[in-house]
């Protein structure tokens, strides 16, 4: 039996920069293992769109294990990382057995954790965005509401409580999930909860002094105005202080009512990445050279939202992780043969949001296009079919948006 001289290459999470990677690795010059608790790729620039039914569950993921032939999957999650012995420890998802795995390189794509600012309240009371299973859930709980709010004999306080929506957060997820809920109460609520119409309401909160910051002003100005025509209310410099069961203190003093209140108020370190002995900066990301290595152990490799290369100040997006994944795989491939690696160059392609009633953002400073409405809208969708990542996803996301259009959304709960 021949020794395997492949290089043994770990990489930790499934997500953007994970799947780069893995799609254009060489299997015959690396042998790699994919260490994740999720058995699947996201497609998170759509996520908001499942919870309110325009697009499917199922639609926006790609089972890791289909990705490549020839690599590993494992399903767990990395405790622990000893760069001495070049080992990592994991817990597997589905027993909690801890074993440990050599590598020669390894990859950290961990991605973040949601970031509560230390308000109380928020695990219990709210939701998060971030996941299938929050999706699901805030689904589930934005019906519930329109279900109980229906019943005969409802107190109109309570009804009013029930149909209200928050938001927390006005940065792009917390934007799209407003728009998309407005678009599930102006297309089908008529259909499903007559009697409701005209009652549900959705805010947003936000702490500073607009939403959307890394938007260009004009697009920020114009998301506002198009909310309040819309019936969105924005409530900027706005500090929520605490999250209860039947709603939001304010730091105000003033407690608002709500039936479903999703937090997205921005990213924080994994437990991983803050146990790390590694230089971190002050927003709790790994900080690695121009090479996406840690500089103190240079075999050890960050992408994505956990990591920045120091001095550039990425912003944690689907766009770096991907082009670091793709980045990596490149040089990996090159350095394999012998060849010189070169540093990584992040190509800004813009950012794009959905902003409700078939109107999206572009903001794409490099062909200087700073556009919305309908054009801009169909510009959206083409850009997000086409990084969708197999063909299947594409298929089912097209045929979601012409069911959506022809039948409504589905309301049901199961
Ligand atoms: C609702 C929403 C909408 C978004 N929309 C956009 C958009 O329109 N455009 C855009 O550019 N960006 C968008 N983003 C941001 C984008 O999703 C992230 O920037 C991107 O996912 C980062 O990729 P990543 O590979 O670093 O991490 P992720 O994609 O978050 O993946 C992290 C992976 O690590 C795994 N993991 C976690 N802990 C461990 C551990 N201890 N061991 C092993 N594996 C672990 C996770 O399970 C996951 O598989 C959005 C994010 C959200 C939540």
Redesign the pocket.
């Known amino acids: 039996m021949g020794t395997d001289a492949r290089k043994r290459l770990v990489v930790?999470?499934?997500?953007?920069?994970?799947?780069?990677l893995l799609k254009r690795i060489d299997l015959k010059e690396y042998d790699v293992t994919v260490?994740?608790?999720?058995n699947?790729?996201?497609f998170?620039?759509?996520?908001?769109s499942t919870t309110i039914g325009t697009i499917e569950f199922r639609s926006i993921v790609e089972p890791?294990r289909k990705v490549r032939d020839g690599d590993r999957f494992v399903q767990?999650?990395?405790?622990a990382i000893d760069p001495d012995e070049r080992t990592i420890t994991?817990r597997a998802t589905e027993n909690d057995a801890v074993f440990t795995l050599p590598y020669d390189m390894l990859l950290i794509?961990?991605?973040?954790w949601n970031n509560t600012f230390g308000v109380p309240g928020v695990k219990e009371n709210a939701f998060?965005?971030?996941?299938l299973s929050d999706?699901r859930s805030i689904r589930e709980r934005v019906i519930s509401c329109l279900e109980a709010a229906d019943v005969p004999g409802t107190p109109p306080e309570e009804r009013a409580r029930l149909l209200h929506f928050a938001v927390v957060g006005g940065g792009?997820?917390g934007v799209?999930?407003a728009a998309e809920l407005h678009d599930l109460i102006v297309e089908d609520l008529v259909n499903h909860y007559e009697a409701l119409e005209g009652q549900v309401r959705v805010t947003l909160f936000e702490a500073g002094r607009s939403i959307l910051n890394a938007f260009d002003e004009n697009l920020r100005e114009y998301t506002v105005e198009h909310f309040g025509r819309n019936d969105i209310d924005v409530r900027l410099e706005t500090q929520v202080s605490e999250v209860r069961p039947g709603g939001l203190q304010l730091r105000n003093g003033e407690f608002v009512p709500a039936g479903v209140v999703v937090w997205?108020t921005g990213?924080g370190p994994?437990?991983?990445i803050q146990s790390l002995p590694f230089t971190r900066e002050r927003g709790g990301r790994v900080l690695t050279n121009e090479y996406l290595q840690i500089p103190s152990h240079p075999e050890i490799y960050a992408?994505?939202?956990?990591?920045v290369p120091a001095g550039t100040g990425l912003?944690?997006?689907?766009?770096?992780?991907?082009q670091?994944?793709k980045y990596l795989a490149r040089e990996f491939n090159r350095m394999a043969r012998g060849r010189a690696v070169r540093p990584f160059h992040f190509n800004n392609l813009g950012?794009?949001?959905y902003v409700g009633e078939h109107r999206a953002l572009a903001d794409i400073p490099k062909a200087n296009v700073r556009g919305h409405g309908l054009l801009t809208y169909f510009f959206w969708r083409s850009a997000?079919l086409t990084r969708l990542v197999s063909l299947k996803n594409k298929a089912l996301v097209l045929s979601n948006w012409i069911i959506t259009a022809l039948f409504g959304r589905d309301l049901s709960k199961f």
């Open positions: 930790l999470g499934s997500g953007f920069a994970a799947i780069s260490v994740s608790p999720r699947h790729f996201l998170t620039p759509l996520l908001p890791i767990a999650s990395c405790t994991c794509s961990v991605g973040t998060f965005l971030k996941e999706a792009p997820t799209e999930f997205s990213n994994t437990g991983l992408a994505g939202d956990c990591a912003p944690q997006t689907a766009q770096v992780a991907m670091q994944g950012m794009l949001a997000y």
